[in-house]
């Protein structure tokens, strides 16, 4: 009875807010999911909608998501997204809010193994690794990075757009508002047929493109080009991460929100029928038992994947039934290994010799993807990276748990293994339709651009996008979703 009251009285109060007109800011907000992008969403939706907005945010495992650490030999050490380009402005951004600092970078070097011998090798030299890629490649390497470029130019055009406060209701309209039909042909045309076309050789693309685009995303060059651009403009660039681990940025953007984390797994969403705008009915569970609550806007900032037969939430009451599961995510595990390398099966006998911090694969040996040297969260000033014949933490990338007889292949000898699974990527392939960030009034889905691209900035692009658009919606400010010819409007507008 005394949860009845309690729902009764919240609806009463948020029909009352609801009718006091157009002007008045939502109630309640409820976010999905406390990875990035539910915790970039929440910090957005307080910017748009002003500190008296509550935001609960539920999160049934441990806030960061996709951005996590595991603790080998009393050090902490990424074992989700481990760096972020230097051109994820939104990322820069809430480290520079958030009094963060960059991670001092460890330089060393990396490989590509082909399960035999290493097809290319990186030297301590600049230009020899200029004229080693020309030696074998010829001007492949070139052509990729102007590819890369030019998707990247336009890409960037969206943080203007979002500067200005454009918004978008589908992941079609907004590629097309950055690179138009181009753009859109990007998800439905592979990686290898797009570099093909622009004169790039099928051998480079085997060894090199292959082997960057198995360390990130796990798949190969038959995934679609754009997907495929954002991973390799990754390869590119400067990277960086964050002191103290890059999970610090969502515990401190929901600090910064004062959004209040329920632990707690949401099993429906329910529509209300309400005259004016629509009122959301959210159930969820946790150990102590079942909750509910109404809410007037709501974002699920987490994949809505058909593994295991479900999405995992019901949408209950919607008229057409609301279905916006898209497909299989890809199976991805991370072992971090406190031990001493097998350079050996590398074709270094002696393990002094052996010069690489990080190995990536081409499609042979299949049983992993990438192999890393790592250091952990917190760098000290006269911190060292190990060398190959001292025992170190390796991060091994794969795409099945590794046997036995696979650590004892790369390892000669180890203290430890420690696993994060993940459903990290979308299984990437053609789409007939590209999914919508809008399934309902103010119901949306913020990772519905993971099935265009899928990186940590993405999802703050992604959530920055959500937050306007319910924002832009809520007031009727119709001229700010989904407009034509944006580069024009936005020029004006300065």
């Known amino acids: 009875m005394a949860r009845a009251a309690r729902l009764l009285a919240a609806l009463a109060a948020l029909l009352a807010a609801a009718a006091t007109g157009g002007d008045a800011r939502p109630s309640k907000i409820a976010v999905v999911g406390a990875g990035i992008g539910g915790s970039a969403v929440a910090h957005f939706l307080q910017q748009h909608f002003g500190p008296r907005v509550q935001i609960d945010v539920f999160e049934k495992g441990t806030v960061g998501g996709r ?48 399960g035999e011998h290493f097809v290319l090798e990186e030297t301590d030299w600049y230009l020899l690794n200029l004229f080693r890629l020309w030696w074998h490649y010829g001007i492949s390497f070139l052509r990729l990075q102007m590819w890369v470029e030019e998707v990247m130019e336009k890409f960037m055009r969206i943080y203007k757009y979002q500067a200005h406060g454009y918004a978008f209701s589908g992941v079609e309209e907004l590629l097309y508002s950055l690179g138009e039909s181009a753009f859109v042909n990007m998800t439905q045309r592979s990686v290898a047929e797009s570099l093909l076309q622009v004169g790039v050789t099928q051998r480079f693309i085997d060894d090199v493109v292959s082997a960057v685009l198995r360390a990130s995303y796990g798949q190969s060059a038959a995934m679609p080009a754009f997907a495929g651009a954002m991973s390799l403009a990754g390869a590119q660039g400067s990277l960086w991460s964050v002191e103290g681990g890059n999970k610090l940025v969502c515990s401190g953007l929901l600090k910064l929100t004062k959004a209040n984390v329920i632990h707690a797994t949401v099993t429906s969403v329910t529509l209300q029928n309400t005259e004016g705008k629509p009122l959301y009915y959210v159930e969820y569970e946790n150990e102590v038992g079942n909750g509910s609550d109404f809410y007037d806007i709501v974002v699920i900032a987490t994949p809505l994947h058909l593994d295991n037969g479900s999405s995992g939430i019901t949408f209950e009451g919607f008229d057409p039934p609301i279905d916006a599961a898209q497909g299989s995510f890809q ?10 390398l097998n350079s050996s099966y590398f074709g270094f006998p002696d393990p002094k010799l052996f010069p690489f911090a990080s190995i990536l694969t081409t499609d042979f040996p299949n049983f992993f993807c990438s192999l890393d040297n790592i250091c952990p969260v917190n760098i000290s000033a006269n911190f060292r990276r190990k060398q190959p014949q001292e025992a170190a933490v390796w991060r091994v990338q794969s795409p099945k748990p590794l046997l036995r007889s696979q650590l004892k292949t790369l390892f000669r000898s180890y203290y430890s293994v420690q696993t994060a699974e993940w459903r990290a990527h979308p299984v990437y392939g053609p789409h007939s339709t590209l999914p919508r960030f809008a399934l309902h009034d103010q119901l949306f889905h913020l990772n519905a651009l993971e099935w265009a691209a899928s990186s940590v900035e993405v999802m703050a692009v992604a959530a920055k996008n959500v937050a306007l658009l319910a924002y832009n919606r809520w007031y009727q400010d119709l001229d700010k979703i989904d407009q034509k010819d944006l580069m024009h409007k936005v020029k004006t507008e300065l």
């Open 67 to 114: 951005l996590a650490t595991i603790s080998v030999n009393k050090q902490h050490y990424e074992s989700g997204a481990a760096s972020f380009h230097s051109l994820s402005l939104h990322m820069q951004d809430f480290v520079k809010q958030l009094g963060l600092r960059h991670r001092r970078e460890v330089v060393g070097r990396s490989a590509i193994f082909s």
């Open 331 to 340: 199976p991805t595990v991370v072992s971090l290994v406190h031990g001493y």
